[in-house]
């Protein structure tokens, strides 16, 4: 589309000089749709790359393009064998969203899947709640409060019942693990969940990366609640 052909012979200039006319093959209007598409693929495929010439010529936007991209066909015809050679990291393990604990995704999936991240996350944080809050029979306090009791290293106590991870066999690795589990929760609660839940849009912005990583971690401790034993008070 791009192969410049003769047309003609522009007037001579004043000096005499009789200069020749070019055109591309194809009409002007194709080939700058063509380098639109061209420079889109070129952003896709390389993140970093840009495009400085967009002030210039058709002509000298179209020779510009052609050096990029003869320069980067290698890049991609190649691209297996530098990875192979120049990366210095493996690539680590993936993770899909549907392993999660089903506590978490099958509440928050509908709002994931709709692009509402901040809403999966609410969803999965009250499930999570839910669940812990219907495991003890526990509906009378705040969550944060809840899961700090239902994972308290003290015995339980009528109307508050304890989630066992670990036997007391042990004592400072159950109370390692049933503090760490507290705390953990805990937290979850007030630095994640409570802020998607509470403050606007604006001054709460969740990008999806992390919005994964917020519903993993509800999906530990969704693990953890699920696994563990209620132990009630004797009677």
């Known amino acids: 589309m791009t192969e410049r052909v003769k047309t003609g012979e522009a007037p001579p200039t004043c000096t005499g000089e009789v200069r020749n006319v070019y055109r591309f093959v194809a009409p002007d209007r194709e080939v700058e749709k063509q380098l639109s598409l061209v420079r889109v693929s070129m952003e896709r495929v390389f993140d970093d790359w840009r495009w400085p010439y967009h002030d210039r010529s058709l002509v000298a936007q179209v020779k510009e393009m052609r050096k990029e991209v003869y320069a980067s066909i290698p890049l991609v015809e190649r691209s297996e064998e530098i990875e192979a050679n120049l990366s210095l990291d493996e690539s680590g393990p993936q993770m899909a969203a549907d392993d999660l604990h089903p506590w978490v995704w099958n509440a928050a999936r509908p709002h994931w899947e709709s ?27 705040s969550e944060t409060k809840a899961v700090r009791e239902a994972f308290s290293v003290e015995d339980p106590q009528p109307g508050r019942p304890r989630l066992r991870l670990s036997p007391k066999t042990d004592p400072e690795h159950f109370k390692s693990v049933h503090g760490g589990a507290a705390n953990f929760g805990a937290g979850l609660f007030s630095a994640v969940r409570n802020p998607v839940a509470h403050l ?25 609640i699920d696994r563990a034993e209620v132990e009630q008070k004797p009677e």
Do not use: Q, T
Request: aromatic share 6%; with cysteine; net charge negative.
């Open 115 to 141: 692009g509402n991240h901040r809403a999966a996350i609410h969803a999965a944080a009250m499930n999570v709640n839910s669940r812990m809050r219907k495991k003890l029979d526990r509906y009378d306090v």
């Open 200 to 224: 606007p849009d604006e001054e709460h912005d969740v990008p999806e990366r992390e919005a994964l990583e917020c519903l993993a971690a509800f999906s530990l401790l969704a693990r953890w």
